[in-house]
């Protein structure tokens, strides 16, 4: 069964895949009404179930719009509202689901939860975002990234702040895609070594650099992503916002970088944090052609989760 689990533990041509059919999708698509069905409906008569654990603005609505373009129909339900909230097993609720549903989409908090929802389903499970990694942001932000400057191989992508979910999969998709990875960061706040280790082991150059400045020269891709994420304690709010206010990405961070680079944010954003409105805002921003390629890139992940 195809679950879209991780981006590690996805094959790198079922990827590629993925990627070319998301671009081909979107094409196909150009001028249409949102509301439109596409011209093939690959998903027609299936249904798909969208669980929250955790709040969300992008990954709801990417995924439901998409599977309605497909001609399938959702189910959107918050982990609280479920009985899986009030103490029913994970595996029993993953085996009740799969008399219901054709696929599984969840957002989670930790992992674990995910793993056990795939092994005890009888259809395919996707990772909306858990505490440790967040595929699907990744999946569109390389189509992003090849939409605007071509393939996304041998290029240097950097991470700016905390190493965190988001970043993880970043850095296994350095390593299915090879791209290198440079991290710059508070040593508090560092990917954990097993993400860096799996793209080392795939031939990605991974760096560590502290100064901000010498991290973005020659890169082809800045990202920032929020200094306190969904699972980071409100309480550790201050001291984080003093650990990265070096990394800041500002208009000169980006001049230092040059004019090739783009600048990512999977957003939320916090405007004049992690970034400031005139990056977000300016040239070299791609953020909402990242929102938008949610949708696309997912579509391309249920149709390979279906073989539809
Ligand atoms: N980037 C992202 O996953 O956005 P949401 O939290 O709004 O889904």
């Known amino acids: 069964m195809n679950h879209f689990l991780d981006i590690h533990k996805t094959d790198p041509a079922d ?20 509301g439109t ?19 969300s603005t992008r990954t709801r609505l990417s995924f439901d719009v998409g599977v309605r ?31 219901y549903v054709d696929l ?17 389903a009888d259809v395919p499970v996707i990772n909306g975002l858990t505490d440790r990694t967040h595929p699907c942001q990744i999946m569109a932000d390389i189509q992003t990234y090849e939409e605007h400057r071509g393939p996304i191989a041998g290029k240097k992508v950097v991470w700016t702040g905390d190493g965190n979910n988001v970043c993880a999969s970043f850095l296994h998709a350095a390593g299915q895609f090879g791209f290198d990875f440079t991290f710059t960061g508070p040593p508090q706040l560092d990917p954990e070594t097993e993400f860096m280790d799996f793209a080392r082991a795939k031939g990605s150059k991974v760096e560590i650099e502290r100064d901000a400045f010498k991290a973005v ?17 409100q309480s550790s709010r201050e001291r984080r916002h003093n650990m990265l206010r070096p990394y800041q990405v500002n208009d000169a961070l980006m001049a230092a970088a040059g004019d090739q680079a783009v600048f990512m944010h999977c957003l939320p954003a ?16 791609v953020i909402f052609d990242e929102a938008e390629n949610r949708l696309h890139a997912q579509k391309a992940v249920m149709r390979w989760c279906l073989g539809a």
Do not use: C
């Open 104 to 120: 599984i989409m969840i957002r989670t908090f930790d992992e674990s939860v995910l793993y056990e929802m795939a092994e005890y």
């Open 15 to 34: 990827l590629r895949g993925m990627i070319d059919q998301a671009h081909a999708m979107k094409q196909a698509r150009q001028g249409r009404p949102k």
């Open 217 to 233: 020269q020659g890169a082809d891709i800045i990202v920032a992503d929020t200094w306190v994420s969904m699972h980071d304690a």
């Open 69 to 99: 373009q497909m001609g399938g129909q959702t189910m959107v339900l918050s982990g609280n509202d479920m009985q899986l909230g009030h103490g029913e097993t994970i595996a029993d609720t993953a085996r009740v689901l799969s008399r």
């Open 270 to 285: 916090h405007r004049g944090e992690e970034v400031t409105s005139s990056v977000m805002d300016g040239p070299q921003s």
């Open 37 to 55: 069905p596409d011209d093939e409906l690959p998903l027609a008569g299936r249904m798909v179930a969208l669980i929250f654990e955790k709040p």
